[in-house]
């Protein structure tokens, strides 16, 4: 059973940083794509960030600058580095990952979320 298992989310002052990990456990098949999503209240799910197994990155343009991500694709895990937080960054938190199987079957996976509020 695959599982996304995230770390890191909390409490952080405007103009702080967080980083968020998250570690995909239960696959051996190619995970192709990891990355964030974030859901604030009243809002629709959006990319924060993803990388591919390749190594290339897709990061929206509101988020350059100020986000970066990594993957491990040895440990299976995806890190997203959070720098200049403001109170829109406050949101739910969710790890993604596209897994391929042999059949070239794709499924898509989600963490539980995690709460990242920036407040003072």
């Known amino acids: 059973q695959v599982q996304l298992l995230e770390y890191g989310g909390g409490l952080v002052q405007p103009g702080g940083s967080l980083r968020l990990s998250c570690a995909v456990s239960g696959s051996s098949d190619e995970i192709y794509v990891m990355g964030w999503y974030r859901q604030a209240p009243g809002k629709e799910r959006e990319l924060v960030a993803a990388?591919?197994?390749?190594?290339?990155?897709n990061i929206p343009e509101s988020m350059r600058g100020r986000f970066a991500i990594s993957r491990d694709n040895a440990r299976n895990t995806v890190d997203l580095q959070m720098n200049g937080l403001t109170a829109e960054d406050t949101a739910v938190y969710y790890c993604?990952?596209?897994?391929?199987?042999?059949?070239?079957?794709?499924?898509?996976?989600w963490g539980q979320g995690t709460q990242v509020t920036v407040s003072s």
């Open positions: 993604h990952a596209k897994i391929i199987d042999a059949m070239t079957s794709v499924y898509e996976y």
């Open positions: 990388q591919m197994k390749s190594g290339a990155r």
